[in-house]
């Protein structure tokens, strides 16, 4: 008998693939694996849409559970989604509601897009949140640019120094074979978004070849939303690396960090 192992896409956006791939949901099903819907939205011209935004995604994480498909989600404000009224102090009350249910695991996804001052005042903010009582027990994922990707991870990781309190709970995303050293050496989890516009499997493997004694910090995602990728169940379910490994990259890792039941 075949078993079907487990998966985890540790890193997508449910509300896209919903609206621009709702055959996929099924699909996720069949191929038993649970998703970590990330927190982006386009077109946010106020807090108050911003805070729209955000009700209709819980909604739609709450309604794809509850028709079978496991699946959570973490809140946050994108650097490409920062209202333009928004300040940092009114952050914490625009994450209440979502930080107290228990299908949010966290705060994301947050972080830097161009590094400019605007988009250090709103992380800073959410990296205090994360240390505040609402968020102390979940986690934090933190999303690194496709554009100047070496130096924006260097900055957002000297933002971090400051926050070394959270490293057993915040992961560095979108790595690549740049920045992912950088990351692992600071101490905090990574994770690596395996697609044909970002990383590719051959460049996964060799990534974890050469992190062989840190690969249990490490979790694969597609980022599928408004493009949807195979690439997390086409690789779990190859044999071109040892089956703990696989286990590791694409379950395992994700479970722990996100410290999922079952
Ligand atoms: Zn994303």
């Not at 946010?44 to 079978?68: I, M, P």
């Not at 009114?90 to 705060?107: E, N």
Request: overall charge neutral; aromatic content about 6%.
């Amino acid at each position: 008998m075949t078993t079907t192992p487990p998966i985890i896409d540790s890193h997508v956006h449910l509300d896209l693939i919903v609206r621009h791939h709702p055959q996929r949901i099924p699909w996720l099903k069949a191929n038993h694996c649970t998703v970590v819907s990330w927190a982006y939205f386009e077109g946010v011209d106020s807090v108050a849409r911003f805070s729209a935004c955000l009700d209709q995604k819980a909604a739609c994480v709450h309604t794809q559970a509850a028709g079978g498909l496991n699946c959570y989600y973490l809140a946050g404000v994108h650097p490409r989604s920062i209202p333009p009224d928004l300040t940092p102090e009114a952050i914490a009350a625009l994450l209440a509601r979502a930080l107290d249910d228990p299908r949010c695991l966290g705060i994301g996804e947050i972080g830097l897009e161009t590094g400019d001052v605007r988009e250090k005042e709103i992380l800073y903010a959410q990296l205090e949140l994360g240390r505040s009582k609402p968020a102390r027990t979940k986690v934090v994922g933190v999303h690194t640019p496709r554009a100047n990707k070496p130096a924006m991870t260097a900055q957002t990781l000297t933002m971090l120094e400051d926050f070394s309190d959270l490293k057993e709970r915040l992961v560095v995303d979108h790595c690549t074979h740049h920045t992912i050293a950088q990351v692992l050496d600071a101490g905090f989890w990574a994770g690596i978004t395996l697609s044909p516009v970002k990383t590719s499997w051959d460049e996964m493997k060799r990534i974890v070849a050469g992190e062989s004694a840190r690969f249990g910090r490490i979790m694969g995602n597609t980022d599928s939303g408004s493009e949807f990728f195979e690439d997390v169940v086409r690789c779990r379910r190859g044999h071109d690396l040892p089956e703990p490994l696989l286990a590791s990259l694409f379950h395992d890792t994700a479970k722990r960090f996100y410290r999922l039941p079952g």
